[in-house]
């Protein structure tokens, strides 16, 4: 395990371990032609297998760790990607084919973590996996194809359930994990813990956010209802608290609307000491695999610009759900 300068932990794959894990990867034939999307159990069972055959013992122990102690996120470098390179999408979308053995890898290690894989029908055209890459007609959306503008600090889908009964399909994602495919630009993807945020509010901002006196809307990236606006949800908190006790935000610039003066003034409030936050930058490059709890961390991307066509950055984004677990039995006495 590695710490760079941010403070961000990474487990390195060693080489060895690396070259074994792909070449297994490379030989699987039980895919038949799923693709992540038609057989998302294939590749998480299958994912897994291979990984912890060939996954040194003190990586799959922290996974395992990770699963059942789960911290504010996850970072690993040095994984097996495609059998031959392929280059960067143009539009936003691939040939999946070309992707197993990535695609084994990244839902081998969510399944390893205990977590599922979840999409939404009204964004990236209800698939699983998101290819955050730069597409010269969204250059300037605030999207994950866009990049000539900033993407603020936010976490994704907040429009979505808050409540820890929601149901996954209409929940807010858990978690935000990503596979490096290339990232010749060197971008990073700056991280702010809530908790940070909430070490410099004072106590009645943070107040006035749990209570229900919010709207939220959906972002650019997702289609509009049948009359054409934007998807919302009112009556909402901004801030509450997950079932383990951690802090959760959702948040989106310009996507909240406070009802009440107090919910104003709390919203500006947060959005000020928010700003001057640096946050920690984390660099997903080429094999790389980060995860992190979208509840309990905003994240923001800089402007940048592409590199050559094929070239370009390109992460391949999942979002993950953590099933409920059964109540720990009480112990007789």
């Known amino acids: 395990m590695t710490k760079s300068r941010s403070g961000i932990h ?29 057989g998302p159990d294939l590749y998480l069972e299958y994912g897994a297998k291979h990984l912890r055959n060939h996954l040194p013992a003190e990586v ?24 031959e390179p392929v280059p960067t999408p143009r539009d936003g979308f691939c040939d ?20 599922t894989p979840i999409a939404y029908p009204w964004e990236n055209d209800g698939r699983l996996i998101r290819n955050v890459a730069p597409r010269a007609a969204s250059a300037d959306t605030l999207t994950s194809w866009g990049y000539a503008q900033p993407l603020d600090w936010h976490t994704d889908d907040s429009v979505l359930d808050h409540r820890p009964e929601a149901d996954a399909a209409e929940a ?22 809530v908790d940070t945020v909430l070490e410099t509010l004072p106590d009645r901002t943070a107040e006035a956010l749990r209570r229900p006196d919010f709207t939220v809307t959906a972002p650019e990236s997702y289609t509009t209802d ?14 509450w608290t997950l079932p383990d006790g951690n802090a959760a935000l959702r948040y989106g610039p310009g996507r909240l609307t406070g009802h009440t003066p107090g919910a104003r003034a709390a919203l500006a409030d947060f ?3 928010a700003a001057g936050l640096p946050g920690l930058p984390v660099m997903v490059e080429e094999g790389g695999f980060h995860i992190f709890d979208n509840r309990r961390v905003m994240h ?34």
């Not at 799959?60 to 059998?83: E, V």
């Open 10 to 38: 990474t487990l390195h794959i060693p080489d060895p371990s690396k070259a074994a894990a792909g070449a297994a990867l490379d030989a699987v034939t039980e895919l038949g032609d799923a693709l992540p999307d038609t």
């Open 271 to 273: 959005e000020r000491h």
């Open 60 to 83: 799959l122990d922290a996974l395992a760790q990770w699963r059942y102690s789960p911290t504010a996120w996850l970072t690993l470098a040095n994984l097996p990607g495609p059998h």
């Open 96 to 115: 999946e084919s070309l992707l197993r053995t990535p695609n084994l890898v990244h839902f081998g290690i969510l399944h390893l973590l205990g977590l």
């Open 226 to 239: 049948d009359h054409g606006r934007p998807l919302s949800r009112t009556v909402v908190p901004v801030l």
């Open 172 to 193: 807010i994602p858990h978690y935000l994990s990503f596979f490096g495919m290339r990232n010749d630009e060197r971008v990073p993807t700056d991280l702010l813990p």
């Open 300 to 333: 923001r991307r800089v402007p940048f610009q592409p590199a050559a066509e094929g070239r370009a950055r390109w992460l391949r984004r999942c979002y993950a759900h953590r099933p409920a677990t059964a109540p720990v039995p009480a112990t007789a006495g």
